[in-house]
């Protein structure tokens, strides 16, 4: 019988952490030596943001390198992962009447492949990416990590990679180190409570929680994945926080694992 996997939500930040030796980029490496291994990771990426829900299908998703500005290196890592099409078939089964489009040209794009190639650095787990569908409320998504909780049984890790505060407006880059803005200090700081506390609801309803969530969500795409890991996770599921800080300012890089 297979492990229940635990669900965990990363915030990636810079994709300079894939290749940069960072207090994050160690975490998460360390954080990968502790898991159990997956038959696959099913990762929901705020960087794959559209309208409807689709699933990479292929057998060989590609590494997209989906910025700009950064350098050579970057663009040259690939994380040469398989796809795992019985899973997606899966998906459709456990997220209907939702549809789930096969899809056979997106891929891995860097809120998986930055963070994957810490945790599991030999590529050799599958890896499904699971698409953001941008014309639904929050508790669409929040629901959706409900109906993925089963695949916990199945060998299947959920992985969600965004960031509780992602305000890139304020971002200092390039800059030396600066202290977080206290608006964004203090909306990390009431997510973390709220997630200690088990209250779904304030995390769900986020755009009722003030101007500091207004400042450090001012688009939803980084924080909705924080719901597919909330609505997966299990009332018995132990709380830890695997890595923490703030880049820039206004990144917060608190990652949280339920199980």
């Known amino acids: 019988m297979t492990d229940r996997m635990p669900v965990l939500f990363v915030g990636h930040g810079n ?104 945790i599991f650095p030999d590529a050799d787990v599958p890896v499904v990416q699971l698409g953001i569908d941008e014309t639904q409320a929050p508790a669409f998504h929040h629901d959706m990590g409900q109906r993925l909780a089963p695949l916990r049984d199945e060998g299947i890790l959920l992985l969600g990679s965004g960031n509780i505060v992602h305000n890139l407006h304020t971002y200092a880059w390039g800059r030396r180190p600066v202290e977080p803005f206290d608006w964004a200090a203090r909306f990390e700081v009431l997510v973390r409570d709220r997630i200690l506390r088990d209250d779904t609801g304030e995390l769900v309803d986020y755009a009722s929680l003030g101007r500091d969530a207004e400042l450090s969500v001012p688009t939803p795409e980084h924080y909705l994945p924080l719901l597919y890991v909330l609505g997966a996770r299990g009332k018995e599921d132990a709380v830890s926080f695997p890595a923490e800080g703030m880049d820039g300012g206004s990144i917060s890089m608190l990652s949280v694992q339920w199980g």
């Open 15 to 118: 994709p300079m952490n894939a290749v940069q030796d960072s207090v994050w980029s160690r975490a998460w490496s360390a954080w990968g030596r502790r898991l159990p291994r997956p038959r696959a990771v099913l990762s929901v990426s705020a960087h794959w943001y559209l309208p409807g829900t689709a699933a990479t299908t292929m057998a060989q998703p590609r590494t997209i390198h989906d910025f700009g500005g950064f350098p050579r290196e970057l663009f040259e890592v690939q994380y040469p992962a398989p796809g795992d099409p019985e899973l997606v078939r899966r998906l459709q089964e456990v997220l209907a009447p939702v549809p789930v489009r096969a899809d056979l040209s997106w891929g891995l794009d860097h809120g998986t492949w930055s963070v994957l190639r810490h």
